[in-house]
């Protein structure tokens, strides 16, 4: 790298339950710089998810949802003597964390259903149930770095 390595960003932690990763949630949430907007429909998912879960905090519910959908290990691709191998390589735990949180919206954006906050809300569920299309999409990436494990060796 030619330049020093940028500052990280401190997030403030949102007023309802107190927790920086909810802020980070709503940021990856947010459309054309609203996060009014965001912060409105994730907390009208969580009230949805406190009626319909059987566990009382709505906030555990979330937690446990983005640590099911979260990805150990990845597949990069790399360019050994004219051939691409898909190698697989751990996650740091940011990006672990940053690769769920986005995976669990792209899933919710796209069932079906009235409104974000509800789709966002059964996918929450799902997720929290070990079910739904962002732990498929888990699965799918272990499979793959399973599949792909006899190459591991050409690691950079």
């Known amino acids: 790298m030619r330049k020093r390595k940028p500052k990280k960003r401190i997030l403030n932690p949102d007023p309802v339950f107190n927790d920086t990763l909810v802020t980070q949630f709503v940021n990856n949430l947010m459309w054309a710089g609203k ?31 983005i640590n099911n959908v979260m990805p150990q290990i990845e597949v990069r691709s790399r360019r050994v003597g004219g051939s691409t191998f898909q190698i697989p390589t751990e996650i740091r735990a940011n990006r672990k964390m940053s690769i769920g949180m986005k995976w669990m919206i792209k899933y919710a954006r796209a069932r079906s259903g009235k409104g974000m906050a509800e789709k966002l809300a059964a996918e929450i569920l799902a997720a929290s149930k070990g079910e ?3 732990v498929k999409k ?12 006899a190459f591991a060796h050409y690691k950079a």
């Open 35 to 65: 996060k009014s907007t965001s912060f409105r429909i994730f907390y009208d998912a969580m009230e949805i998810v406190k009626e319909k879960s059987e566990e009382g905090n709505p906030h555990d519910v979330w937690k446990t949802a």
């Open 132 to 134: 739904g299309a962002s």
């Open 138 to 149: 888990k699965e799918d990436v272990h499979r793959m770095a399973e599949a792909n494990r």
